[in-house]
């Protein structure tokens, strides 16, 4: 095991050392011998080439591969040490390449996407990890079923996060005592950890964009309801199907062990606190406070104040419901899953700066050909989901919002709450946007980085003694379910 360790370590020196010669000659050759000035602070997306999204399929594909060669527990023991090291595989030669550019793209994307997305995570993991659910629950297919409803249900009003960690518990508790339970946590990313939270831009981070540009908090509610209608009873029926077909060949039999207690909610004063998060986020969409220089990053101060108010709830909650409390410990609570979503996670936005960068240069990028075929809605909802289901959801929303509105020659618009409630040569823009809404969120369930409470729910699960699927496997039931699905919702409403 360290010997395969280390021979990977030094597999990845020799690659960071070729990157570095390579990207430092693409740098002289294109960076110094333009002379048009930038308009962006960062790198010109348009001078990066394709292979410069190597250390991101690098760190993509030892995600997938390094638990079956290596060790199942990788990621739990070594993820930040190869979280790291193809960051600095990525980040050497990009600085030594682009310089002053290059760090500016690093704390840009640390700065205003990285710290504010773990710092949500982090208070709606420890809110929700104050919670728990008491009394005798039997993991029938109906009382399966209901708890899937319920989470995919409140998904998008606690966000995804939230309703993941108040009920990913209480699901593995109510099976214990079943053999099969690898389908419960599939469909349970699939419903609350990511098709549930569609409806407001509290559900899921690419709306919460959205809403910070203009998009009215409403509008997702009545612009996507019907898109999540119809994928999540399709999916709820199948789930109970499923489930159904697993319990009778189980036996169909739930054990008595003589204990039947009512069921109840305790910690229920952290709601105050997730109340609390949730007003956080309402309020960085809806005041502008102004903005303070970072060495040459702009942040917001709502978005500052925003951070600072997650921070708080979170502590709150901890005072009232302490880590080591009889509460927390009866509900499994560890900060394993989140330490593993924060070191990992570090590494992917890192990496995927180049990918974002090439994507937003558009039809000027080595991606030209891609983004000049992208025309219909169901172009947009293809490409958006696919792309969102291996990079960040939130910036490749973005990259193609901004795309859609280049498109259409509506740039110049300021205040994009009038394009959707506009004039009726605005349409074509409302039909992009719903199909780049429902590609992000949808099918960021189609892998585990898809959405970072997919990693956080396979984490818990693990712990608890599930044995999970690859990160290829767990593809084999998205591809197998959700695909299919994807392709009916295409016809349905995006021909």
């Not at 079923?145 to 998008?156: E, P």
């Not at 599930?466 to 959700?482: K, Q």
């Amino acid at each position: 095991m360290k010997f395969k360790f280390a021979s990977c370590l030094i597999l990845c020196l020799i690659l960071a050392f070729t990157l570095t010669v390579s990207m430092e000659t693409f740098g002289a050759d294109e960076t110094h011998g333009d002379e048009a000035a930038h308009q962006e602070p960062g790198v010109d997306g348009a001078k990066l080439p394709i292979w410069s999204i190597v250390p991101f399929v690098g760190i993509l594909l030892s995600i997938a591969i390094f638990p079956l060669v290596l060790d199942s527990h990788f990621l739990v023991h070594h993820g930040g040490k190869m979280s790291l090291a193809w960051g600095l595989i990525f980040a050497v030669p990009y600085l030594i390449a682009f310089q002053g550019e290059a760090f500016y793209d690093i704390l840009h994307i640390y700065l205003l996407d990285y710290i504010p997305f773990i710092i949500l995570l982090w208070g709606l993991f420890t809110v929700a990890g104050g919670i728990l659910v008491r009394g005798t629950l039997r993991g029938t297919p109906m009382v399966n079923t209901l708890l899937l409803l319920f989470g995919t249900i409140i998904a998008s009003w606690v966000g995804t996060t939230g309703a993941s960690m108040l009920l990913i518990r209480p699901l593995i508790r109510a099976n214990a005592y079943r053999k099969n339970k690898v389908h419960l946590i599939v469909f349970f990313i699939f419903l609350v950890s990511n098709i549930g939270g569609s409806l407001t831009p509290i559900g899921d981070p690419p709306l919460f964009l959205g809403f910070l540009r203009g998009v009215p908090f409403f509008w997702t509610t009545a612009a996507l309801l019907p898109h999540m209608l119809f994928i999540s009873v399709i999916l709820i029926v199948l789930f109970f199907v499923v489930d159904t077909f697993m319990f009778k060949r189980e036996g169909g039999v739930v054990p008595d062990d003589g204990i039947s207690e009512p069921i109840r909610i305790e910690g229920l004063f952290n709601l105050v606190f997730l109340l609390g998060i949730i007003g956080a986020v309402l309020m960085s969409g809806t005041f502008k406070w102004g903005e303070v220089n970072i060495l040459g990053v702009h942040v917001y101060w709502q978005n500052i104040v925003r951070e600072l108010m997650i921070v708080a709830m979170g502590l709150l909650s901890l005072k009232y419901t302490p880590f080591r409390g009889e509460l927390r410990q009866s509900n499994e609570f560890s900060w394993e899953p989140i330490e593993e979503v924060a070191k990992i996670f570090a590494g992917i936005f890192i990496t995927i700066i180049p990918a974002l960068a090439i994507l937003r240069a558009g039809e000027e990028g080595a991606l030209a050909g891609l983004i000049g075929a992208m025309q219909q809605p169901y172009h947009y909802f293809w490409v958006t989901g696919i792309l969102s289901s291996f990079l960040d959801n939130a910036p490749t929303y973005l990259t193609f919002f901004n795309t859609a509105l280049g498109k259409l020659q509506l740039t110049d618009v300021k205040n994009v709450s009038e394009i959707l409630s506009g004039p009726s040569q605005h349409l074509e823009f409302i039909r992009l946007l719903t199909a780049i809404s429902v590609g992000a969120v949808f099918m960021g369930a189609n892998t585990y980085i898809g959405n970072a409470p997919n990693f956080m729910v396979k984490a818990i699960a693990e712990q608890s003694g599930i044995r999970m699927p690859s990160f290829f496997g767990y593809m084999l039931w998205s591809v197998a379910i959700l695909f299919p699905l994807f392709v009916v919702v295409t016809l349905v409403f995006f021909r």
